[in-house]
């Protein structure tokens, strides 16, 4: 079968971002628009150009990643997070390597609120680091593990990445599944990578002698919990609503509400869970952040705009980029022709994982999702992958290998930074962090490792 045009565009693409990005160093969301752009004029779309740009505006999903970012950065500017921290350092210092196993857990939880993998560790990494290398992590090992940490957020909801996997699911079968539904699978994938990272911190630890945090530096438990027991409310606030409309959907939202009612309910749920976090974090720390009167918390958010709007911007474009595919079809001649190939199911399993893994050296993987979900989707389901866990997979293939891959690492780098570790030993470990979750990511495909909820 000869190369379908549609293919071509996608390298013109490609080639596109990679010229605006990496040679013009423009920031992403520039090269998502232009490259947005060109593909307007390649597929001849003028009269639509500002349907597309609209579009997204429409998107409910859209709005949930917004308020998701600016949570990330209230969280970020306030105490809520170290809190958190403080916490999980009380109950697991005493432990070999217990400062990396709060990396894991606090980088994870936080990375999922913001969907970035280097953004999250600017943030938590200036926590984490110090603390494992005082613990005595190799500088290196300490900058991989709170990379590998962060990098685990854009496949864990509530990550912006799950909604834009969710929104290629629902473009490719129409109301066949519903939110809450794939919410829990994602955490179903997303728990199998967390195994992987603590199996390789253990081992790791193992392999470095990493040693405990010493006792005179752990935090109580009591003290801990009492002085910062309103930010262990928060993960509460986030999650619980969210499962409860999984499990009781079915149960007792549709039988009272109707099934367009409960649909609508779930995406309010998703839309309000993150403001009403918000709220919430802002009013146990308005002492901190000097009052919630209108014109401090207009100064409180306009430092936090050169964070949220870029993010922003590239998911926003991201989507413009997905409604002209959609209505081009661009990915149909594309599955068409890898499936020409005839490749079987462990194929594709590995096909895909290292063809993502590289596209992710240089284009984000919310852009990844929106150019490629579609044609992942539709050529795991036709050799018998269960669609929902084709897209479940999507971001833990595409945004959590954003940032790690070397030499085009803005995650590894970031952790470099901080920790001042060498780029040869760094890089090395950095790639079996991106291995090792590979494995996992191609057993998971083939069924190898089972998933809940699916």
């Not at 999922?112 to 110090?130: D, K």
């Not at 129409?174 to 809450?180: D, F, H, I, N, R």
């Not at 006792?215 to 609503?241: A, D, H, Q, Y």
Request: glycine share 8%; charged share 10%.
């Amino acid at each position: 079968m000869a190369m379908p045009i549609e293919l071509m565009y996608l390298f013109v693409l490609l080639i596109t971002i990679i010229i605006v990005f990496v040679y013009y160093k423009r920031p992403i969301y520039e090269a998502m628009f232009i490259g947005f752009l060109v593909m307007v004029v390649a597929l001849g779309r003028f009269d639509r150009l500002f349907h597309y740009i609209i579009k997204p505006s429409t998107n409910t999903l859209f709005y949930a990643i917004v308020a998701f970012l600016a949570l990330a950065y209230i969280f970020g500017e306030t105490n809520v997070i170290k809190h958190v921290i403080d916490f999980i350092l009380a109950l697991v210092g005493r432990f070999r390597g217990g400062a990396g196993w709060v990396a894991l857990a606090s980088s994870t939880f936080m990375a999922a609120l913001s969907g970035t993998g280097p953004g999250n560790v600017a943030a938590t990494g200036i926590f984490t680091i110090p603390t494992m290398i005082k613990t005595k992590f190799p500088r290196h090992l300490a900058a991989t593990t709170e990379m590998a940490a962060s990098s685990l957020g854009p496949m864990i909801p509530p990550s912006g990445t799950i909604l834009l996997a969710f929104g290629v699911l629902d473009a490719v079968y129409p109301g066949k599944y519903q939110l809450s539904q794939f919410w829990m699978v994602v955490w179903g994938v997303g728990i199998w990578l967390i195994v992987q990272r603590a199996l390789t911190l253990y081992g790791l630890c193992r392999y470095y002698k990493v040693e405990s945090v010493p006792k005179e530096e752990r935090p109580s438990i009591s003290e801990t919990f009492k002085k910062g027991w309103k930010s262990l409310i928060v993960p509460l606030i986030i999650f619980l609503p969210l499962f409860l409309d999984f499990q009781l959907k079915d149960t007792f939202f549709t039988s009272r509400l109707g099934p367009d009612g409960a649909a609508a309910m779930s995406s309010s749920v998703i839309q309000f869970t993150p403001g009403v976090a918000a709220i919430y974090a802002l009013i146990i720390s308005r002492k901190e952040i000097g009052g919630l009167s209108p014109s401090n918390l207009f100064k409180f958010f306009k430092k936090g705009i050169s964070q949220i709007v870029p993010v922003a911007a590239t998911v926003y474009f991201a989507y413009c980029l997905s409604e002209l595919f959609g209505e081009t079809n661009i990915a149909e001649p594309i599955g068409d022709y890898i499936a020409s190939f005839n490749m079987t199911k462990t194929q594709l399993a590995i096909f895909f994982p290292v063809l993502t893994t590289f596209l992710g050296m240089f284009i984000t993987g919310s852009a990844q999702v929106a150019i490629f979900g579609s044609l992942i989707v539709t050529a795991l389901a036709g050799v018998g992958v269960n669609p929902l866990l084709a897209a479940a997979i999507l971001p833990c293939i595409t945004g959590a290998l954003e940032g790690m891959t070397p030499p085009l690492a803005l995650a590894m780098y970031a952790a470099m930074g901080i920790a001042k570790s060498g780029m040869k030993e760094t890089s090395i470990l950095a790639l079996i962090w991106v291995g090792l979750h590979l494995l996992f990511s191609i057993l998971i495909m083939t069924g190898l490792l089972p998933v809940a909820f699916l």
